[in-house]
Structure formats: C-alpha cells, structure tokens
C-alpha cells in the first residue's frame, strides 16, 4: 500500500513539473491506449463469433454463383472488415495529436522561460530551470506516446487486413 502512495506521489509530482499541457497529453494517451484495448479484445476474443456467423449466413443461402451472391459475399466480407478496422483511425488521430500537443507543452513552458527572463533578467540559470522542465518534458511525453501507438496501430491494421482476407477465402463460392 505503502508502495501504490509513493507512485501516485510521483505521478503528480511528474505532471506538476510537466505543467497543464502533459495533463492533457495523459488524458489523450490514455484514450489511445483504452481504444487500442478495446481493439485487442475485439481482435482476439469477440471476431471470432462475428467471422463465425458471417460464415454460417454465406454458408446457409442454397447458391453462390450468381452475380447477386457474389455482391452478397463482398458485403459479408465488407462487414467483417469494417468491425475489424473500426476506430482505426480515431486511434490514428490520437498518436498524430501527441506530438502536437508536446510542441503546445513546449510553446507554453518557453513562454513561461521568457516571463522568468523578462522578470528576473537574464542571468538567473534556477528560476528559467522550471520553465525548461515545462517545455521539454511534455515534448517527450508527446512523443513517447506517440511511438507506442504508431507501432501498435500498425500492428492493428496488419491483423486487421490479415484477417479480413482469411474472411474472404472462408466465404468459398461453391460449384
């Protein structure tokens, strides 16, 4: 317990020296990392009932070579990819306003820099160290969160695609 106090302790005492904007750039990876979750899970446990049912509906029509079930076919596999790429690219927004946000972090603590300069002169190295905290640390939150999604939407889509072909060749037109 006494553990879960310290890191909590450190976690505010990092976004205090981070300032407002890496409060925001936490929520937003957060967001990020929940969707991409959800997008694991989907992936992993729920596709398989939704490929399942998609099989049994092409497998339970008496034809498949008309020119109607062909469009029946390539709606079926349309559905299994539009489940599979859902919220890509709401994810994808969210890992390119990461770094965005960290150029915000370091536009406001440069400012914050500035007004320490233009107070105090421009001699005083402690009083400008916080406004450098506050303008390098959200830029490397930024980024950090930003890596970790690229790589994983990555990853994302490439199952995705994987997946909604293993579909297509599922759905086989019978003679």
């Given at each position: 317990m006494i553990a879960l106090a310290e890191m909590?302790?450190?976690i505010i005492e990092f976004m205090d020296t981070g300032g407002?904007?890496?409060?925001?750039?936490g929520f937003v990876i957060f967001i990020m990392w929940l969707m991409i979750f959800e997008?694991?899970?989907f992936i992993?446990?729920?596709?398989?009932?939704?490929?399942?049912h998609l099989?049994?509906?092409?497998?339970?029509?008496?034809?498949?070579?008309?020119?109607?079930?062909?469009?029946?076919r390539t709606?079926?596999?349309?559905?299994?990819?539009?489940?599979?790429?859902?919220?890509?690219?709401?994810?994808?927004?969210?890992?390119?306003?990461?770094?965005?946000l960290g150029l915000l972090g370091t536009v406001t603590g440069m400012i914050e820099v500035f007004d320490v300069m233009a107070i105090s002169g421009s001699g005083n190295a402690r009083s400008m160290a916080s406004?450098?905290?506050r303008a390098t640390i959200p830029t490397m939150a930024g980024m950090v969160?930003?890596?970790?999604?690229?790589?994983?939407?990555?990853?994302?889509?490439?199952?995705?695609?994987?997946?909604?072909?293993?579909?297509?060749?599922?759905?086989?037109?019978?003679?």
């Open positions: 909590y302790d450190a407002q904007v890496l409060t925001v750039i997008r694991f899970v992993s446990l729920s596709y398989k009932t939704v490929k399942q099989i049994k509906t092409w497998e339970n029509r008496a034809e498949h070579t008309s020119w109607n079930s062909e469009q029946i709606a079926l596999i349309s559905r299994g990819a539009t489940k599979l790429n859902r919220n890509i690219v709401l994810i994808q927004s969210l890992v390119v306003l990461c770094p965005l406004g450098v905290s969160g930003s890596l970790s999604g690229v790589f994983t939407v990555a990853w994302i889509k490439r199952n995705a695609k994987k997946e909604t072909e293993l579909l297509a060749d599922s759905l086989i037109v019978k003679h």
